[in-house]
């Protein structure tokens, strides 16, 4: 996989606590920019991916068949588990947020693709 071409939401304030993504090897992938590349990275295959922006986007349970995302506490911070290798990542309520605002504004692909 290549570490080239991570991007984050246009609506991430700082670009240093956000979601990532890399679309790479027909794939896509995300990580957490607070781990500094050193924390895990899930895998979504195309129509999974498909998938999961549709869920973001409505703000929908998890139904994609590789990742859950589900909500922890009442301060809106969101866990996101890879079901393959049982990795995690966690997002505070604002980075959530960014990402989801990018998702609705087609940055990380159009829905329904």
Not at 9 to 34: H, I, M, P, Q, W
Not at 51 to 58: I, M, S, W
Not at 72 to 80: F, H, K, N
């Amino acid at each position: 996989m290549s570490t080239h071409g991570w991007r984050t939401s246009s609506f991430s304030s700082n670009g240093a606590s956000c979601v990532e993504v890399l679309e790479a090897d027909g794939a896509t992938y995300l990580r957490d920019t607070k781990e500094h590349g050193e924390g895990a990275v899930l895998h979504l295959d195309g129509p999974a991916w498909s998938a999961f922006l549709d869920e973001v986007a409505r703000d929908a349970p998890s139904a994609n068949g590789a990742v859950d995302v589900t909500t922890r506490g009442d301060d809106g911070a969101r866990a996101v588990q890879e079901h393959s290798s049982g990795a995690v990542l966690h997002f505070r309520d604002d980075e959530w947020v960014a990402f989801r605002r990018g998702v609705l504004a087609g940055e990380f692909g159009a829905l329904g693709d």
